[in-house]
């Protein structure tokens, strides 16, 4: 499921108005690295369009993710802090939304009902994620993954607002694609 989804689901008009507010649009070429494995990141950023790689170098640059529309980046590195620990590298020339973090950092620190909300995403998505690896490792017994379409039917507190993330997240990509 697209990261974006799991944010847009708990966050409020008013959160979901302040994100558009304080981001800016940004191109990205083919070829263009968005995040640097090692390198602090300056935003996290939502993709509007194009296709990325995710690849790290102690796995001998072995590609670990593609990365489309919808999806979030760089949410682990402002979550605790640390360089990222894999590079971003756009395949094709691709459009992002970039929320720098000085201005995220304030937010947080600002408004606790949008901290609330935003770290409270954060904690369902990393969540699913440590479960799906979990099941991609044959731990689990469901054994379900990220990709499994059904994966997130066992948690009603997704599912409950799943709809309206996806609302939201189709009204957002139209709106930022025409921001100039």
Do not use: C
């Not at 999806?71 to 756009?90: L, N, Y």
């Not at 929320?99 to 369902?124: C, G, M, V």
Request: glycine share 6%; hydrophobic share 40%.
């Amino acid at each position: 499921m697209k990261k974006a989804l799991y944010i847009l689901a708990e966050l409020s008009d008013r959160d979901f108005n302040w994100l558009i507010s304080e981001g800016k649009k940004k191109e990205i070429p083919a070829g263009g690295m968005l995040i640097r494995e090692g390198e602090p990141t300056n935003a996290l950023y939502i993709i509007l369009e194009g296709t990325f790689t995710v690849f790290a170098e102690a796995l001998g640059d072995e590609e670990l993710a593609r990365l489309e529309s919808g999806e979030v980046v760089g949410e682990m590195s402002f979550v605790d802090s640390r360089p990222p620990s894999a590079t971003v590298k756009a395949l094709e020339d691709s459009l992002v939304w970039a929320i720098p973090r000085p201005q995220l950092a304030a937010k947080l620190s600002q408004d606790t009902a949008f901290a609330s909300h935003f770290y409270h995403a954060i904690a369902i998505f990393l969540s699913d994620r440590l479960r799906g690896t979990v099941s991609r490792f044959g731990y689990s017994r469901g054994n379900q993954t990220e990709q499994d379409p059904n994966a997130d039917s066992d948690n009603p507190q997704l599912l409950a607002s799943l709809e309206l993330a996806k609302a939201k997240l189709d009204w957002l990509l139209n709106t930022l694609r025409q921001v100039r």
